[in-house]
């Protein structure tokens, strides 16, 4: 399978020329003479260099990576189809066996763009994180080092030890039994597909505490509940978790809002910013 550098090039001009500043979140600036987000807008949104993405509009960069194409989707907002259109200009086979929840829709995208007065993230109803915002990112942390097929809520809290020290003490066991019970609802309501199975086999596998948990058969959706964190610099801070579910339940918005009278951490989270780096949510 060869890449099509050409016509890899007009997509992609062609597919940023169709965005405006505001569909991502992008203040529009008085000076932009042509529609569409610019170049090095696309960049930073993908988080490549702008010469890169230079080159490839111009049809003269190497085969990009899947992990670049992967980017590239999620800044230029593809649809699935448009996704497996760009994979097959680049010379990649599109990615196969997508499971409900994996693709994150261009629709959670804009409001995640358009949510940055507080923490917010998507994530796949099996408990994979799709994507987090500023805030959110200063709160729970950067998981840009973890590979994408680990960054799952429920396996890293049974599988990643550190990653509950984040969270008050006392709430540990309830924090567990709602992972596994919320996980339990979704795997029901896929009916027991090969990712819900495949999830399941490695959780058991990888730990005895949710083996014990799993057998208890527990069901229950998690739709709000408060979270005390143990931040690393701000100490304990709490905030109200709202959930919010696409139709087909598949995707998950988790909205992070302060208690009445305790804004003051979100003012502390937005002075260390998104580079700030510690464990992982649950």
Known sequence: MGMNRDELADFLRRSRGRLTPRDVGLVEGPRRRTPGLRREEVAALADISADYYMRLEQARSPQPSAQVLAALTRALRLTVDERDHLYLLAGHRPPEGARAGEYLRPSMLYLLDRLDSVPVQVLSDLGDLLAQNDLAQALFGCVCTVAPEDRNIVLRWFTEPYVRGHFAPEEHEELARQLVADLRAAVAH???DAASR???TRLRAASPEF??????HEVAVRR???YRIVHPELGRIVFDCELLATPAADQ???IFTPPPGGTEALDL????GPRHRHGTPA
């Open 269 to 272: 989270l937005r002075a260390l």
């Open 211 to 216: 083996a014990a948990l799993w057998e208890r």
């Open 190 to 192: 896929r009916g027991d």
């Open 224 to 226: 709000s509940h408060p």
């Open 198 to 200: 495949a999830l399941v």
């Open 252 to 254: 998950r918005l988790r």
